[in-house]
Nanobody, 121 residues
Framework: QVQLVESGGGLVQAGGSLRLSCAASGSIFKIRTMGWYRQAPGKQRELVARITSSGSTTYGDSVKGRFTISRDNAKNTVFLQMNGLKPEDTGVYYC???????????????WGQGTQVTVSS
C-alpha cells in the first residue's frame, strides 16, 4: 500500500509565498506523474501543476508564472512553490502520484488527504 503525506499549507497574506510538499511512502518501485490539484468551496477540483518522470511540466493557466512544481525522485516527493499568492488561490490542495504496481503491471493513482491554503486580501 502507498500513502501520501502533504505538508506546508496555511494562512498567508496576498502577495506572500508558501511551499507545499508531498511525500509518498510504502511499496514503491517507480512513480510516473506527480501533481497538485486544488478545490475551492463550491467548485470542481482543478489541475494546478503536474510533472512527469522526465521533468516535463504542465501548469493551470491561473498559476503560470507564479507557481513552480518540482520533484525529488530519490525521496518520492513532489513540491509546489507558490509565489505571488492571490485570494483566489484559496482552497484545499491535493497531491496526486501515479505509482507503478508490479504485481498488476499498472500505474495506480494515489491521492493525499489535502492541505488547506488560505490567502487573505
Amino acid at each position: 500500500q502507498v500513502q501520501l503525506v502533504e505538508s506546508g499549507g496555511g494562512l498567508v497574506q496576498a502577495g506572500g509565498s508558501l511551499r507545499l510538499s508531498c511525500a509518498a511512502s510504502g511499496s514503491i518501485f517507480k512513480i510516473r506523474t506527480m501533481g497538485w490539484y486544488r478545490q475551492a468551496p463550491g467548485k470542481q477540483r482543478e489541475l494546478v501543476a503536474r510533472i512527469t518522470s522526465s521533468g516535463s511540466t504542465t501548469y493551470g493557466d491561473s498559476v503560470k508564472g507564479r507557481f513552480t512544481i518540482s520533484r525529488d525522485n530519490a525521496k518520492n516527493t513532489v513540491f509546489l512553490q507558490m509565489n505571488g499568492l492571490k485570494p483566489e488561490d484559496t482552497g484545499v490542495y491535493y497531491c496526486n502520484q501515479e505509482v507503478y504496481n508490479r504485481s498488476r503491471d499498472v500505474y495506480v493513482s494515489y491521492w493525499g488527504q489535502g492541505t488547506q491554503v488560505t490567502v487573505s486580501s
